[in-house]
């Protein structure tokens, strides 16, 4: 095994993906999720560190987004000989050439949106201006990752699937 990178937008499956991946014995993190302050919401011009609130509104959005730490992921990464790291990052990019492989989650619009309004473990994406704001930036998002070289794997079937399709590909 190697190195992994798996994002998409919210409601892709990223975290279900890695619990699953986890409970098959392949280590897998959740950035949104990791215990040791990997990540934060910052301002995009400034970077300083900000507080977000589900509902805040699609100015904040706008103006701020979700960055990891890249040090620290360094270190994650560099301890594990064996890694899967799921996430969607505003600095993705700059950490993208850490992974081996990058793998894009993808699914109809009308698929995401109904997982986000019926998850209970994430609150990201109820609101309308958290909707709005991703619709604004999915579609080049998954253009710009393809051309990068990222593998699609197409979401809307089972988890075991889903799963299967990216341990094959890994």
Excluded at 35 to 59: D, M
Excluded at 78 to 106: C, S, T
Excluded at 126 to 150: Q, T, V
Aim: hydrophobic share 35%; proline share 1%.
């Amino acid at each position: 095994m190697k190195k992994i990178f798996i994002t998409g937008i919210s409601g892709t499956g990223k975290t279900t993906i890695a619990e699953e991946l986890n409970k098959r014995g392949i280590y897998s993190i959740d950035v949104d999720y990791y215990e040791f302050g990997l990540c934060s919401w910052k301002n995009k011009e400034t970077k300083e560190k900000a507080h977000f609130e589900y509902g805040i509104g699609r100015e904040f959005l706008e103006n701020h987004g979700w960055y990891c730490d890249i040090e620290k992921l360094k270190k994650l990464i560099d301890v594990n000989k064996d890694v899967v790291v799921v996430g969607l990052l505003e600095n993705q990019n700059e950490f993208l050439n850490l992974f081996d492989k990058i793998f894009l989650l993808q699914c109809r619009e009308k698929t995401f949106f109904e997982r986000i309004d019926n998850r209970t473990t994430n609150g990201f994406g109820k609101d309308y201006s958290e909707k709005e704001h991703i619709l604004s930036f999915y579609k080049k998002f998954e253009e710009d990752l393809i051309k990068k070289g990222a593998i699609p794997i197409n979401v809307e079937e089972s988890l075991e699937s889903v799963v299967s399709n990216i341990i094959s590909k890994i």
